[in-house]
């Protein structure tokens, strides 16, 4: 055979070659690189970890704009972010980043009954305060990870009612209740309770303290008897928290995301997906411009004003 054609049927049969083989030879490239990669820790190659914030006090609904706050966490939006973390294939573990002093007793709970539905990995990293619903939420997940300084617990429920009957009559303003009950405007600013309601409302904070325990109990394997004991309330350290078992372990967010990653599998170093939304640095100013000027009797009476409707809450007040 001539040697030009001998060239030619080389040619062939090694093109034929590559395009039977060239699909193995690539996925076995592509294996050789995802366990270099794991052995160099080259991070990403393994899988990915979702970090959700939860900054601020906890409140239901979505916010009125697609900005974040340092000072609420809206339960519909972290909802949001643990159910598309969830559905994203290419996350494997959830990191909840907890900052918050708690707040509603219903959006704690629906954060918490989200948290509960996920099949992946859950870790709670706590920041510098994770307390009352805060801590609430984070039993939603597998391990809890904080820092020493971390003020967490605030195991209770508060129901706060504000008394400004004797500033109306100092102010000369004077409230008329039209109402089909006698406890249809229980929990009025314009009066204080009787003790009937307070009986009616102690109860309503028995039944949502008692789930309280329920979610701790179930959720550090401790018996109800001494979640009580430990729940009466009060903040614990970081440190206090993890020796009394209301935690597993401490460090910071880069500890929290390597224990989930490790609990999914994730070989070598994990990529992170934060769930962030811009901070809108005008709602502070906003606030502050709109007070100046007026009379302070005005501001006060429209504070009182919007905070009439008293809320459960699973909320450590800070000093």
């Known amino acids: 055979m001539p040697r030009r054609n001998r060239t030619w049927l080389i040619v062939i049969v ?99 009954r989200a948290l509960r539905e996920v099949t992946k990995p859950t870790v709670t990293s706590m920041g510098e305060v994770a307390a009352s619903g805060g801590y609430y939420i984070a039993c939603g997940t597998q391990r809890i990870v904080l820092l020493p300084e971390t003020l967490t617990g605030s195991i209770g429920v508060r129901w706060e009612f504000t008394n400004a009957e004797e500033l ?24 204080g309770l009787t003790e009937e309601e307070r009986a009616i409302y102690q109860g309503i904070v028995d039944e949502a303290y008692g789930d309280f325990v329920r979610v701790v109990s179930e959720a550090r394997d401790m018996p109800e008897e001494r979640v009580r004991e430990l729940a009466d309330g009060r903040v614990y350290s970081g440190q206090q928290a993890l020796e009394l078992g209301l935690a597993d372990a401490i460090g910071d967010t880069d500890a929290a995301v390597a224990l989930a990653a490790e609990m999914a599998g994730i070989v070598g170093k994990p990529a992170v997906r934060r769930f962030e939304r811009p901070l809108n640095p005008f709602l502070s100013l906003w606030g502050l411009a709109s007070r100046l000027g007026r009379p302070t009797e005005v501001v006060l009476v429209e504070q009182l004003m919007e905070s009439r409707t008293p809320r459960l809450m699973y909320l450590y007040a800070l000093p």
Request: a negative charge.
């Open 14 to 112: 090694a093109a034929v070659l590559v395009l039977c083989c060239g699909g193995a030879t690539l996925i076995g490239l592509l294996a050789l690189g995802s366990a270099m990669a794991g052995a160099v820790g080259l991070p990403g190659m393994g899988g990915t970890v979702a970090v959700i914030p939860v900054r601020g006090v906890i409140t239901s609904g979505r916010g009125g704009d697609g900005f974040a706050s340092d000072a609420v966490a809206y339960a519909d939006r972290v909802v949001a972010d643990i159910e598309a973390a969830e559905a994203d294939p290419r996350i494997r573990a959830i990191v909840l980043e907890g900052n918050s002093p708690g707040g509603s007793v219903a959006a704690s709970a629906q954060i918490y």
């Open 168 to 191: 109306l009559k100092t102010l000369g303003i004077e409230v008329e209740v039209i109402k089909s009950g006698p406890h249809k405007d229980q929990g009025g600013w314009h009066r």
